[in-house]
Nanobody, 122 residues
Framework: QVDLVESGGGLVQAGGSLRLSCTAS???????????FGWFRRTGGEDIVRVAA????????NYFPSVRGRFTISRDNAEHTVFLQMNSLNAEDAGVYYC????????????WGQGIQVTVSS
């Protein structure tokens, strides 16, 4: 069983937009609002950063500084889906994006998606 499935990645020109989706298993993440979700990016090597995160209880969101104002994380609790709207993309945004989840109040993810590639062309 795959708990988190990402979609929406691909190739985009610099300045363009992409919307990533993460569909979460209803079997695993019930109640959905008990979980926080985040998007992480890996760019070469082993470096990985948390790009954005959103809590389950109050939809509080936070962002990595370089994406603040350009990226928006949101969630549809009824559809068990989390989104990452990415605007004004640049080369530094490229990488493999992972959806991750953890119980509200915890610090580190317990669940990871398989990742999806985002490529930004100049």
């Amino acid at each position: 069983q795959v708990d988190l499935v990402e979609s929406g990645g691909g190739l985009v020109q610099a300045g363009g937009s992409l919307r990533l989706s993460c569909t979460a298993s209803t079997r695993t993440f019930t109640p959905f609002t008990a979980y926080s979700f985040g998007w992480f990016r890996r760019t070469g090597g082993e470096d990985i950063v948390r790009v954005a995160a959103i809590t389950g209880n109050d939809n509080s969101a936070n962002y990595f500084p370089s994406v603040r104002g350009r990226f928006t994380i949101s969630r549809d609790n009824a559809e068990h889906t989390v989104f990452l709207q990415m605007n004004s993309l640049n080369a530094e945004d490229a990488g493999v994006y992972y959806c991750a989840a953890w119980a509200n109040g915890l610090l580190n993810p317990d669940f990871w998606g398989q990742g999806i590639q985002v490529t930004v062309s100049s």
